[in-house]
């Protein structure tokens, strides 16, 4: 057989070369989301050409991408793990509001507070991890369990302490305007203000990517969530990646918590409660399937600016906003649908192309 | 039969779980350069054989002896460590992901990348391509996912990564199991592959038609116990087949079906609805 398998077929070689090229295509697993921002750019562009086309338009489509975009690189990462995170839009309400009350109420410098909510939100990425991969029960529950928790908490500390549900004053304490510059300035190029925190979804995105295509420990996140039990048995540290990732997810709630804390000058009890499901829609719109294994963070990124686009482009186009919801829902439906065809298809052409080989080995 | 010392043996092992007899008194040696075929029906106690080969169980009696020495193996780690590799029939291939993570997962090749370290994709694809063509299997596209790949090819993968990482021992749970004619001939031949370079081959499986073209010892098991153990030139193959098939046990019930078609239907006392329906149809 193997002396056979040299000497294939001619025709059935410029046969797979042709294959090779349909599959390289249909197989990038960013596709569908970005068939889903052409189709949404084009559009918003003939409906609303005049902002859409401007640069005041992709500033205002990237400010809600980017934090966006960093909760949705987080959670594709999670979820190509193998597991879901739904208290990760809680979380940033959570932090935000710890940093605010440590720092008004008991008069810290505003750089500790950060760094204590950091800690407060490894500690509850550790123990959702730790819950999960301990009991064997599936995530969604038991981060749901954590989103009540603390959607509970959050209202009900901030009113004990404030008399309201919200942190106030955050602008008038020391270490502010530090925080304002690394964690959200406005930024002008010709002439609009852009968020500074694109810089950080850019980076993250690109630093996430590295990890997760160039690193060992991208494979880990692959097997951990294509097949846990057979990564064990091949000494991959399964039950220790999936524990990082949840950590992974609380991070990016406690940095885009500190994002929106220095943006608004204050922290509100409710913030972030029902992103969770925007960043798990963003992630799957980039292509991570919900069974967990495979998926991108370029993609998630894509998704995310998916989103900024339809926030940006319903205000621009004049229609009644409270549509946003309605068309992400078909958005979310049209991309699923695009990428399982294109996985289906690529498959099946992987598969024509075995039996090819096959056929040409015997010949 | 030989003075040479087995790579492998065990003495006398026994494994009971509560009070259920899994496996009992069972000594077994596979020599390096040999294919060692252990055939048994359905719970004769092969795979409680191969946990033990591999480390996933200790056994309740008995002696584990690897290069002549007696060992305790805690885990499937450990029996790894040692060169005792195991391709199990779930195979611990991970579908979606591409051939070359697939080969390398768990031991990554890393490359400097200024002050990080990265994985050495380059090496891997290469090193892939390279170890599976020695293997007779052409890979046009290490990114492919093994979930793509047939039942045959992905055995051979499982079989090759083993090899490639300095097994002595390759134990294989029913690799021919789920294959087609073709693609089990594919696996025979890795199996013949390993032997020629020196590695003892345990060949699980409960087809005699694929353990005789490769097997130079074979092991029946029956109900825990060793049923028999020959050499190749002890046996002819319709030996074997008897062997496996459980030699009386099958005349026996042939010649029960035999009576029972010569017994007219209401004889045996079909049910009633049975008979029924019968009449109706």
Redesign the interface.
Known sequence: MPAKAVTAVPGAEEQLVQVGLVRSVFRRVEIGALIGAAAVWLLFAAVAPGNWLSVTGVARILDPASTLGIMAIAVALLMIGGEFDLSTGVMTGTTGLVAGLLSTRLGWNLWPAIFVALLIALGIGYVNGTMVTRTGLPSFIVTLATFFVLRGANVGITRLVTEQVYVGGIDKTQGFDLARLVFNTGINVFGVEFRSSIIWWVAIAILASWVLLRTKYGSWIFAAGGDANAARNLGVPATRVKVALFMTTAVAGWLVGMMNIVRLRSAVASQGIGQEFVYIIAATIGGCLLTGGYGSVIGASIGAIIFGMAQVGIVFAGWDTDWFYSFLGVMLLAAVLLNNYTRKRAQEISLAAAKARTEGTEG | MTTRQPLLEVRNVSKMFGSVIALSNVSAQFYAGEVTCLLGDNGAGKSTLIKILSGVYQPTEGDYLFEGKKVLLNS??EA?AMGIATV?Q????????SVW?NF?????P?KRFGP????D?RFAKQTVREVLAH????I??P???V????GG?RQSIAISRAIYFGAKVLILDEPTAALGV?QA??VL?HIVRAKQRGLAVIFITHNPNHAWPVGDHFIILRRGRILGDYRREELTQADLMNLMAGGEDLVKLQQELEALLKQPLEAVGEPAHVQEAIGAG
């Open positions: 499937p780690r790894l199990y779930d195979l611990s291939l991970i579908p979606l992901m993570r390398f997962l768990g031991a990554e890393e990080f370290k990265g994985y994709i293997m007779g299997i052409l046009r596209d990114d492919q996912p979930g793509t790949m047939s090819e073709k001939g594919m031949h």
